[in-house]
């Protein structure tokens, strides 16, 4: 089986052991934006990791990749981003957390 050239990724990391919401924006990680009420509506950090993948060859195909420690981080830190995780087509789970 070969591997096929893609035309683009992005990956958006949902679950991480810590956020730093004030790290600017450089040529290969854009960050989310601080509005005037982000403190009450911010990114949670906890142990474990959760990315989504998306992935463009013609089609696109969305991964979501581990969940996180609670899945609930991840599906809360999704919203934030005002990321849509419906329309996922596949989910990878690397281990039991």
């Known amino acids: 089986m070969s ?4 035309d683009n990724v992005e990956i958006t990391s949902l679950v991480d052991n810590n956020v730093d919401i ?3 924006d450089n040529e ?3 960050r989310p934006l601080l509005n005037e009420n982000w403190f009450m509506h911010s990114l949670i950090a906890e142990h474990g990791f959760c990315a989504t993948i998306k992935e463009t060859n013609g089609i696109e195909h969305k991964i979501l990749y581990d969940s996180g420690l609670d899945p609930k981080t991840a599906i809360h830190n999704a ?5 849509n995780l419906s329309s996922l087509d596949l989910v990878i789970k690397s281990w039991l957390y």
């Open 28 to 30: 290969v990680a854009f």
């Open 79 to 83: 919203e934030v981003l005002d990321l």
């Open 3 to 6: 591997l096929k050239e893609i």
């Open 22 to 24: 004030l790290l600017s």
